[in-house]
């Protein structure tokens, strides 16, 4: 790996730049129109997830019921495809304008590292939730023979599965998710593999389909919250709305143990406060 070289000709270790912390409350955030342009880029890329992911599985569920074939449809092998790739095409599409984050549990965690305010995390939520229920809104409204009976694409805890396993499912799920995120976005990493073309949101994307891959069967996979919530307002029936919580408590619990698990100790944020602290107590 290459040094970067001092005036004075010593070399230093460190090739790479950690951004500062972002701050808690930033209001001038709110005067700048790259801010409210994030917000539209939250809002748009989270409808289209909603809108190409649900349309996949009630199209799913809908040849499966009336296929004599077993294998018809794109299975739950197709579903995770198309939750993964759409992850992988509009993170490319947004991430140099808004973080490309498209879900609450992305940005909780983000907002828990410092890496966005308080103020944006909270607006990109709101952006997020309302893009997931127009989403879904835009599947109810070219599949409205089929989307109640193939009870709108909303996730739920599968029959067999206690709530502990939902809850657990979940926050292992996000916690990779958001793992993979943090992981990716790097800037240590960036530095070492500057010579490697790597795309960022490609592992995210796998992610997510690897994620889905595996928990599917038990919840129909959250990891998002805004992706449950726009599914169970339209489909808006008691069984969506049961077991709800799962998907969001789940999900801001598995964002912040990766949060802390790659600040505090994959980057060793704790030992850095701590030495900080130490060199500041020995020199009173």
């Avoid at 790479?16 to 808690?24: N, V």
């Avoid at 799920?173 to 793992?179: A, H, I, N």
């Avoid at 129909?220 to 799962?246: C, E, M, Y």
């Avoid at 505090?264 to 020995?282: D, E, N, P, V, W």
Wanted: proline residues 5%.
């Amino acid at each position: 790996m290459a040094k970067n070289v001092g005036s004075e000709g010593s070399f230093t270790t460190k090739d790479y730049q950690d951004p500062p912390p972002a701050p808690l409350i930033d209001p001038v955030e709110l005067t700048q129109w790259s801010f409210y342009r994030a917000l539209i880029a939250e809002f748009i890329a989270t409808l289209l997830f909603l809108y190409i992911t649900v349309l996949t599985v009630i199209g799913y569920k809908s040849q499966s019921a009336t296929a004599t074939d077993p294998c018809a449809g794109v299975g739950i092998l197709g579903i995770a495809w198309a939750f993964g790739g759409m992850i992988f095409v509009l993170v490319y599409c947004t991430a140099g304008i808004s973080g490309g984050h498209i879900n609450p549990a992305v940005t909780f965690g983000l907002f828990l590292a410092r890496k966005v305010s308080l103020i944006r995390a909270v607006m990109y939520m709101v952006a997020q939730c309302l893009g997931a229920i127009c989403g879904v809104g835009l599947v109810k409204a070219f599949q409205s023979a089929y989307y109640h009976r193939y009870d709108g694409g909303a996730n739920m805890l599968s029959d067999g599965y206690s709530h502990g396993v939902g809850l657990s499912a979940e926050i292992i799920g996000t916690f990779v998710l958001v793992y993979t995120v943090f992981s990716a976005t790097d800037p240590k990493r960036n530095a070492r593999d500057s010579h490697v073309p790597v795309l960022a949101p490609l592992p995210i994307g796998f992610a997510v389909f690897m994620v889905h891959l595996a928990t599917i069967p038990i919840t129909g996979t959250g990891i998002n919250p805004a992706r449950s919530l726009g599914a169970a307002v339209i489909f808006n029936q008691h069984k969506a709305w049961k077991d709800h919580w799962i998907f969001w408590v789940g999900p801001f619990i598995g964002a912040a143990i990766a949060a802390f698990y790659h600040q505090f100790i994959l980057r060793a944020g704790a030992a850095k406060a701590l030495g900080s602290f130490r060199s500041t107590t020995s020199q009173v």
